[in-house]
T-cell receptor
Framework: AQSVTQLGSHVSVSEGALVLLRCNYSSSVPPYLFWYVQYPNQGLQLLLKYTSAATLVKGINGFEAEFKKSETSFHLTKPSAHMSDAAEYFCAVSDRSSTLTFGKGTMLLVSP | DAEITQSPRHKITETGRQVTLACHQTWNHNNMFWYRQDLGHGLRLIHYSYGVQDTNKGEVSDGYSVSRSNTEDLPLTLESAASSQTSVYFC????????????FGPGTRLTVT
């Protein structure tokens, strides 16, 4: 069975500070991993995905994530937070099937 | 542009009533999914379909049903709405070629009173 743990339901940063959102996964097979972002009253939008190619994945809006097999992690980072980054972020894992298992989400709060 | 739409966007219904939420996609994707989103639980899979006439149960399927009569639509039916089904419901679709990203609709906020 696959699962995702996102550490911290809320993360607060100042504008211009480093953003780090944590994701650990469990999977019985080499996983595919995804980060999605959800703005208020909207659906989910794909930020980036890892599909067993390069371990450092670059996404939209300046975000990137690094796959670390030894740590079973896929943390999301951005060097400098913008106010527009305030949203909820979801990590998801896919094993053999086309279904996704999501973490519980992390709300990113950005203060001026 | 291809898109995935959901209707209605908001609905209030009473306990015991049958409710159907619509999902329509113009991506021509074979795979379609229904999730519910609740505070503290993230997104949980209700039902999914890999093509016409195919349906599968997800993690939280009790009290819900789906049917797939064409590629574009996957309606979600609550047979007898319960207050525990008050939630935000998201439909998603993806290509059928393995483990690929899913594209999400804007969601339907359902309140059961």
């Amino acid at each position: 069975a696959q699962s995702v743990t996102q550490l911290g339901s809320h993360v607060s940063v100042s504008e211009g500070a480093l953003v780090l959102l944590r994701c650990n996964y469990s999977s019985s097979v080499p996983p595919y991993l995804f980060w999605y972002v959800q703005y208020p009253n909207q659906g989910l939008q794909l930020l980036l995905k890892y599909t067993s190619a390069a371990t450092l994945v670059k996404g939209i809006n300046g975000f990137e994530a690094e796959f670390k097999k030894s740590e079973t992690s896929f943390h999301l980072t951005k060097p400098s937070a913008h106010m527009s980054d305030a949203a909820e972020y979801f990590c998801a894992v896919s094993d053999r099937s086309s279904t996704l298992t999501f973490g519980k989400g992390t709300m990113l709060l950005v203060s001026p | 542009d291809a898109e995935i739409t959901q209707s209605p966007r908001h609905k209030i219904t009473e306990t015991g009533r049958q409710v159907t939420l619509a999902c329509h996609q113009t991506w021509n994707h074979n795979n379609m999914f229904w999730y519910r989103q609740d505070l503290g639980h993230g997104l949980r899979l209700i039902h999914y379909s890999y093509g016409v006439q195919d349906t599968n149960k997800g993690e939280v399927s009790d009290g819900y049903s789906v049917s797939r009569s064409n590629t574009e639509d996957l309606p979600l039916t609550l047979e007898s709405a319960a207050s525990s089904q008050t939630s935000v419901y998201f439909c998603a679709s993806s290509e059928s070629s393995g483990r690929v990203e899913q594209y999400f609709g804007p969601g339907t906020r359902l309140t059961v009173t």
